[in-house]
């Protein structure tokens, strides 16, 4: 095997709880090993990540790996964590998602090849749809206690009064049911190990025990800290909600940007954990990071790897290149080349003003677009643009404007319907021009 797995995740600070006899398990033999992700949505976010790099590191390690998109206990609803019960999807939505899944689990895995640890995708759905009630509770409900599955801190939690809503019984089926799904891969796969958060701890060792009695069979357990930030809080949250993989939800510059702007602790932590960096680069990088904190050589890297690996070399450049716009000396070249949604993405939250093209072409300077047209967010009157124009203190997509009496058709509308005008050095507004 090339790595040793279990040493590569305990560096990398990736183990919270491991079942005795794991690493010899992995030392023996090619072992497969999965993890679930629940397809609530169409696209993954940076809190799956922790396992799924977990799967990219048994990988390089010569194992197999399984990605599990639970279409039937997506249905259900995990307790796990959570102190309410979830909405329930449907079978076509929860199709959709997987399939977005899928899509980007492609780039951290190889599913393509025809070595023996090729990664596999499967959907629990598949193999619950054709179970009854009376068959699962004969043949799976009776080898586990209610007490043991009372004594599961994700129950009692629960069942404690820190939910006013209790427990469904349909939630307290679900470690059943997520036992039975490492019960069926390790009796049509022949995977012995399934990896997750430290709060799957309680449902995975319900399958390992699952296999034990129903299969006389040894399986085992893995899980890793749940990550959160140098504060205590979440990890993956930022004000407007998760961080995505996709694009279309998370562009690729605020994403660069969330990256980019964690703290030092934390860009140390989550080096290891997000990249694929070996740990003699690590060290050397933070070793540079702490010569020098303030040139953030550390969350710069950590922002590039990661960048790259979700998204793509291009997007980093073009994150890259309007992180320049707003923090840095750009030119109006460097703003025509973003897109429509980074450009959107750098400046949201800027003030905006709407004109219509009529009202546009019927202005006759630029002092009247900085002042009137605008609606007074950037100058509330003419002498005031003036006289910020006469000091040079003034720009229409990064072009300085010299002459107050300048036409506002002399500039080129940014993706066909924008104008960022800029006073001073730091103070941005958009002027979207309208049918």
Known sequence: MEKNFVEELRWRGMIHDIMPGTEEQFQKELTAAYVGIDPTADSLHIGHLVSVMMLKHLQAAGHKPIALVGGATGMIGDPSGKSEERNLLTEDILRQNQEGIR??????????????????????????????????????????TVN?????????????????????????????????????????????????????????????????????????????????????????????????????????????????????????????????????????????????????????????????????????????????ILFGKSTSEDLTSLDERTFLSVFEGVPQAEISKADLQGLESVTELLS?????????????????IKGGGVSINKNKVTDSEQSVQDFELLQGKYLLLQRGKKNYFIAKITD
């Open 103 to 144: 899509k980007q689990l492609k780039k951290f895995l190889d599913f393509d090849s025809d070595s023996a640890n090729a990664a596999e995708l499967v959907n629990n759905y598949d193999w619950m749809k054709g179970y009854s009630f009376i068959d699962f509770a004969r043949e799976v409900g009776k080898h586990l």
């Open 148 to 324: 043991y599955m009372m004594a599961k801190d994700s129950v009692k939690k629960r069942l404690n009064g820190e939910s006013k809503v209790g427990m469904s019984f349909t939630e307290f089926t679900y470690q059943l049911l997520q036992g039975y799904d490492f019960l069926h891969l390790y009796q049509n796969k022949n995977c012995k190990l399934q990896m997750g958060g430290s709060d799957q701890w309680g449902n995975i060792t319900t399958g390992t025990e699952l296999i034990r009695r129903k299969a006389q069979g040894e399986a085992f357990a893995l899980t890793c800290p749940l990550i959160t930030k140098a504060d205590g809080k979440k990890f993956g949250k930022t004000e407007k909600g998760n961080v995505w993989l996709d694009p279309e939800k998370t562009s690729p510059y605020a994403f660069y940007q969330f990256w980019l702007n964690v703290t030092d602790d934390d860009a140390v932590r989550y080096i290891k954990i997000f990249t694929m960096l070996t740990q003699s680069e690590i060290e050397e990088l933070v070793a540079t990071h702490q010569e020098a904190p303030h040139q953030r050589s550390l969350q710069k890297r950590l922002a590039e790897e990661i960048t790259v690996m979700v998204h793509s070399k291009e997007d980093l450049d073009a994150a890259i290149k309007a992180s320049g």
């Open 372 to 388: 009137t047209a605008t609606n007074g967010i950037v100058f509330k009157s003419k002498g005031e643009a003036r006289k910020m």
